[in-house]
């Protein structure tokens, strides 16, 4: 009864086996077709799956939004933070001769990149075209303004930290009144920037947590759909890495899709806005253009997507896919 | 081949399903598998094809004692197995080809060996020409005998066939069953589950009948009756 014949299926007087390397080629060959069928598996439902993409999109275009805004906001507060100038009021008893030993003095720190003289005279001058109270002002019995010099800090010194420190040095020099510089606010606006920004982390790990959930779900779902395919693949002799696989690039899909939707909103909106941010720019005499994400951003924002997508797709196989067995 | 000695298979609530079972299967032999329903026939089929585990008792497979077998090694076990089933669990929405070749694909064999290896396993049933078509599009027995084809692919030493003419008519079923035994003809060992007596007496192969999860028989089903 036993009869030995191992040329049953060969088709050929002996079978062809797989040597090493036709293994490891063949393993690559398989990850590269599951990439491929993986996607296109994800089209049998074009609605569910557009949908969910669409979601992802949306999820992951806030923290996407939120960084544009966020980095816009910055350039345009370094902006004015570098434009500042120090005006130093002077008594209105200094000399000429010691406002030039002053301004000679000023020249000479490290952290000042200009100083330049506005006499009483030529302020009230000023005052007198801009204000159009001129003939008021001749009944004037003395020039109420003071001699000012405009401290113009270097490129380093520009910053509130550098322009604080000059001014604690200039308010000690001697014939200086008063020192003003107009950067209060943007250190309250970088204050409110900074609670925004703890703000916005928090709900960016709310939305990429809801990315996690989406796509651990979505691939929950279709792990239970296919319980009856896994049970067969299983009962045939495959492992768990192999029947996990295209759920895993089904994640990813999932991550990358929805991390290229994110990019193109984001970028529809920075769209949308740049002829309001120009227009409210010209307002504040501010040379701006509001930017897109940059190249290497969008690489990040779709690596991370397709990452998380990965990683959430584990966590369903993990959770579900291993623990079926045939029946 | 298949030897099991002294083993029992209790479940939840002390369901005793196999009791003391021993019996030997040789290297190339043909046998029923026979019984009424709760016999412990799939008990029995399961523990072979390692979907359960033994409570106690020896079960050793293709030489490999798989009592106590470690979880990651059970899929290259089953490679080595054959599995038939009554409901043939095959992919509607894949070709048959696909079907077929999916033992070679899990092994990793390229699509080449893949693709001459499924047609030469689709001749083999009878089936050349079909293997373009979706099982849905084909009859009962066309789509038993592409779960065939797909057990038969890799060559395992072992073939178990649960209820494979269960859904079959008489005649279907006699070709079923010679397929089975030209496949054993080639030397593969083949442990057949039935309960159908009729088609049993036709054939002249040893039965192993359970009742009530005790082997209560093991030879020619037409010596036991005549």
Same mark, same amino acid.
């Given at each position: 009864?036993?009869?030995?014949?191992?040329?049953?299926?060969?088709?050929?007087?002996?079978?062809?086996?797989?040597?090493?390397?036709?293994?490891?080629?063949?393993?690559?060959?398989?990850?590269?077709?599951?990439?491929?069928?993986?996607?296109?598996?994800?089209?049998?439902?074009?609605?569910?799956?557009?949908?969910?993409?669409?979601?992802?999109?949306?999820?992951?275009?806030?923290?996407?939004?939120?960084?544009?805004?966020?980095?816009?906001?910055?350039?345009?507060?370094?902006?004015?933070?570098?434009?500042?100038?120090?005006?130093?009021?002077?008594?209105?008893?200094?000399?000429?001769?010691?406002?030039?030993?002053?301004?000679?003095?000023?020249?000479?720190?490290?952290?000042?990149?200009?100083?330049?003289?506005?006499?009483?005279?030529?302020?009230?001058?000023?005052?007198?075209?801009?204000?159009?109270?001129?003939?008021?002002?001749?009944?004037?019995?003395?020039?109420?303004?003071?001699?000012?010099?405009?401290?113009?800090?270097?490129?380093?010194?520009?910053?509130?930290?550098?322009?604080?420190?000059?001014?604690?040095?200039?308010?000690?020099?001697?014939?200086?009144?008063?020192?003003?510089?107009?950067?209060?606010?943007?250190?309250?606006?970088?204050?409110?920037?900074?609670?925004?920004?703890?703000?916005?982390?928090?709900?960016?790990?709310?939305?990429?947590?809801?990315?996690?959930?989406?796509?651990?779900?979505?691939?929950?779902?279709?792990?239970?759909?296919?319980?009856?395919?896994?049970?067969?693949?299983?009962?045939?002799?495959?492992?768990?890495?192999?029947?996990?696989?295209?759920?895993?690039?089904?994640?990813?899909?999932?991550?990358?899709?929805?991390?290229?939707?994110?990019?193109?909103?984001?970028?529809?909106?920075?769209?949308?806005?740049?002829?309001?941010?120009?227009?409210?720019?010209?307002?504040?005499?501010?040379?701006?253009?509001?930017?897109?994400?940059?190249?290497?951003?969008?690489?990040?924002?779709?690596?991370?997507?397709?990452?998380?997508?990965?990683?959430?797709?584990?966590?369903?196989?993990?959770?579900?896919?291993?623990?079926?067995?045939?029946? | 081949?298949? @030897?099991?000695?002294?083993?029992?298979?209790?479940?939840?609530?002390?369901?005793?399903?196999?009791?003391?079972?021993?019996?030997?299967?040789?290297?190339?032999?043909?046998?029923? @598998?026979?019984?009424?329903?709760?016999?412990?026939?799939?008990?029995?089929?399961?523990?072979?094809?390692?979907?359960?585990?033994?409570?106690?008792?020896?079960?050793?497979?293709?030489?490999?004692?798989?009592?106590?077998?470690?979880?990651?090694?059970?899929?290259?076990?089953?490679?080595?197995?054959?599995?038939?089933?009554?409901?043939?669990?095959?992919?509607?929405?894949?070709?048959?080809?696909?079907?077929?070749?999916?033992?070679?694909?899990?092994?990793?064999?390229?699509?080449?060996?893949?693709?001459?290896?499924?047609?030469?396993?689709?001749?083999?049933?009878?089936?050349?020409?079909?293997?373009?078509?979706?099982?849905?599009? @084909?009859?009962?027995?066309?789509?038993?005998?592409?779960?065939?084809?797909?057990?038969?692919?890799?060559?395992?030493?072992?073939?178990?066939?649960?209820?494979?003419?269960?859904?079959?008519?008489?005649?279907?079923?006699?070709?079923?069953?010679?397929?089975?035994?030209?496949?054993?003809?080639?030397?593969?060992?083949?442990?057949?589950?039935?309960?159908?007596?009729?088609?049993?007496?036709?054939?002249?192969?040893?039965? @192993?009948?359970?009742?009530?999860?005790?082997?209560?028989?093991?030879?020619?089903?037409?010596?036991?009756?005549?």
């Amino acid at each position: 009864m036993a009869k030995q014949n191992k040329n049953l299926l060969s088709g050929s007087p002996r079978i062809t086996k797989v040597s090493f390397l036709g293994r490891v080629a063949s393993v690559f060959q398989q990850h590269f077709q599951q990439v491929f069928s993986s996607f296109s598996e994800l089209w049998k439902t074009p609605f569910a799956t557009f949908m969910t993409i669409l979601v992802l999109g949306v999820a992951l275009s806030l923290p996407s939004v939120f960084h544009v805004l966020y980095k816009n906001t910055v350039h345009v507060t370094d902006q004015w933070d570098k434009a500042s100038e120090i005006s130093l009021f002077l008594n209105k008893d200094i000399s000429e001769p010691r406002i030039q030993v002053l301004i000679n003095k000023l020249e000479l720190y490290s952290d000042i990149d200009s100083v330049s003289y506005i006499s009483s005279h030529q302020a009230l001058e000023e005052f007198k075209e801009m204000s159009g109270f001129s003939k008021a002002l001749n009944y004037l019995d003395e020039n109420p303004l003071p001699d000012v010099l405009i401290v113009v800090p270097v490129e380093q010194a520009m910053n509130a930290a550098g322009s604080k420190l000059l001014v604690a040095k200039l308010k000690r020099e001697q014939g200086v009144e008063l020192v003003r510089v107009d950067i209060d606010w943007i250190e309250k606006l970088q204050a409110i920037l900074s609670v925004v920004v703890d703000i916005v982390i928090a709900i960016v790990i709310l939305l990429l947590l809801s990315v996690l959930l989406i796509v651990s779900n979505t691939i929950r779902l279709n792990i239970l759909n296919q319980r009856a395919e896994i049970e067969v693949f299983k009962l045939v002799g495959a492992t768990n890495s192999f029947i996990q696989r295209p759920f895993l690039y089904a994640g990813a899909w999932y991550g990358f899709l929805g991390g290229v939707i994110a990019w193109l909103l984001t970028f529809g909106l920075v769209l949308s806005l740049r002829s309001g941010v120009n227009n409210l720019m010209g307002l504040y005499q501010t040379q701006f253009q509001i930017s897109a994400m940059s190249i290497e951003e969008v690489a990040i924002l779709i690596a991370t997507a397709t990452f998380l997508g990965f990683i959430a797709s584990y966590i369903s196989v993990k959770q579900y896919l291993v623990k079926i067995e045939p029946k | 081949m298949i @030897l099991f000695e002294e083993v029992n298979k209790i479940y939840a609530g002390d369901f005793c399903a196999l009791k003391e079972v021993d019996f030997h299967l040789k290297q190339g032999e043909m046998a029923f @598998l026979t019984g009424h329903s709760g016999s412990g026939k799939s008990t029995l089929l399961k523990l072979i094809s390692l979907m359960e585990r033994p409570t106690t008792g020896r079960i050793v497979i293709n030489g490999n004692d798989i009592s106590h077998i470690k979880g990651n090694d059970i899929p290259y076990m089953r490679r080595h197995i054959g599995m038939i089933f009554q409901d043939h669990r095959l992919f509607m929405n894949r070709t048959v080809l696909e079907n077929v070749g999916l033992p070679l694909l899990i092994e990793g064999y390229n699509q080449y060996e893949i693709k001459r290896r499924s047609l030469v396993a689709l001749d083999k049933v009878g089936l050349s020409g079909k293997e373009d078509y979706e099982p849905i599009h @084909l009859s009962g027995g066309e789509q038993q005998r592409v779960g065939i084809a797909r057990a038969i692919i890799n060559q395992p030493p072992l073939l178990l066939a649960d209820e494979p003419t269960g859904n079959l008519d008489p005649k279907l079923s006699l070709e079923i069953l010679s397929l089975f035994e030209s496949l054993n003809e080639f030397g593969m060992s083949v442990l057949i589950a039935t309960h159908d007596l009729g088609l049993i007496a036709k054939m002249r192969y040893r039965t @192993l009948t359970l009742k009530n999860g005790e082997m209560i028989n093991d030879g020619l089903m037409r010596e036991r009756n005549g």
